[in-house]
């Protein structure tokens, strides 16, 4: 069973930074992309970073120059990076991975139960 868990979130001054960290459990035949997403209250859910394990990288244009996305060697665990937070970037955020758990088997997307970050003025 595949399971995604979020950490690292919450507080932050406008300026201030945090690390989110997403530790994948389970059984991965393959991976594909990797990444992160955001929701903010009344906003639908949104693109933050996205990367694969060949390190193509993909920012959305509101965190470009600001937040940085990476994986272990292990490739088990994505971190994101938030330098500069600015209140526009309050949401929660959630974990993605898009994968095949065995050969021949169906690439699923799996979704982490997100984590809150807050950034005050």
């Known amino acids: 069973q595949v399971q995604l868990v979020e950490s690292g979130g919450g507080l932050v001054q406008a300026g201030g930074s945090l690390r989110l960290s997403c530790v994948a459990s389970?059984?991965?035949?393959?991976?594909?992309?990797m990444g992160w997403y955001r929701q903010a209250p009344g906003k639908q859910r949104e693109l933050v970073a996205t990367?694969?394990?060949?390190?193509?990288?993909n920012y959305a244009d509101f965190v470009k120059g600001r937040f940085t996305i990476s994986i272990d060697n292990a490739e088990n665990t994505v971190y994101l990076q938030m330098n500069s937070l600015k209140p526009e970037d309050t949401a929660l955020y959630y974990c993605?991975?898009?994968?095949?758990?065995?050969?021949?088997?169906?690439?699923?997307?799996?979704w982490g139960q997100g984590i809150q970050v807050t950034v005050s003025s």
């Open positions: 993605y991975r898009n994968a095949q758990t065995s050969f021949g088997g169906p690439r699923m997307g799996y």
């Open positions: 389970g059984s991965f035949f393959s991976i594909g992309v």
């Open positions: 990367i694969t394990s060949g390190d193509n990288i």
